[in-house]
């Protein structure tokens, strides 16, 4: 196993900690097309803490342009009544959400209108902070490295150092190259917080 599969692992292992899986619970994953490979691995590791089963929703950026570029403008706002009814549904049933980040296609919305790429914030649904609020459904937001991420971060390298170098800062910055990576994360944690209870106080 190269050194990129274990930090995969780990960031899987990682993601499902963070979100307090917990044995028969539903899990909510959003990913995006370049991100399939952490993407199972995190809802092996999912199943192996006892999820019930794991709803995996994957985006396109490339799709989404389509839509910028053809859809009419009245429609483009328009959010299918569906996808916020399976986040009030995780919500009553107190699942856990993950969501995966990072561009998996930054240049998918080169040459379009701004404000026309403005009015579909899909992924994003408007009623998610409600649910948050709500403080029913345990949730974490992981960073998974893509070519094409690489490339904006590291342009001066060719793609495959590219791709190796961010994974090595996304690494760093998670704690997956430590011993135990969820002992170091919280560690750090808990050294923010701290940092924020003293500026608070000051």
């Not at 893509?146 to 800062?169: C, F, I, K, M, N």
């Amino acid at each position: 196993m190269n050194q990129i599969d274990v930090w995969k692992d780990r960031l899987a292992e990682l993601a499902v900690f963070g979100a307090n899986i917990q044995p028969g619970q539903l899990v909510a994953i959003t990913s995006y097309i370049g991100k399939e490979d952490v993407t199972r691995r995190i809802t092996r590791a999912a199943y192996e803490r006892g999820a019930k089963y794991v709803d995996v929703l994957y985006f396109d950026q490339w799709l989404k342009r389509e839509r910028v570029a053809h859809a009419a403008e009245d429609t483009l706002d328009f959010v299918p009544p569906w996808m916020t009814e399976r986040l009030f549904y995780l919500s009553d049933e107190h699942a856990a959400r993950i969501s995966l980040s990072g561009p998996h296609a930054p240049r998918a919305l080169e040459g379009l209108d701004p404000a026309r790429a403005g009015r579909d914030l899909l992924p994003y649904l408007p009623e998610t902070g409600e649910v948050v609020n709500r403080m029913t459904t345990s949730w974490n937001i992981v960073p998974v490295p893509t070519p094409s991420w690489a490339e904006l971060v590291y342009p001066e390298l060719e793609s495959d150092a590219g791709y190796e170098r961010l994974w090595e800062d996304v690494a760093h910055i998670c704690r997956l190259d430590a011993d135990d990576p969820t002992e170091a994360l919280g560690t750090a944690m808990n050294q923010l917080l701290g940092l924020a209870a003293e500026v608070t106080a000051s």
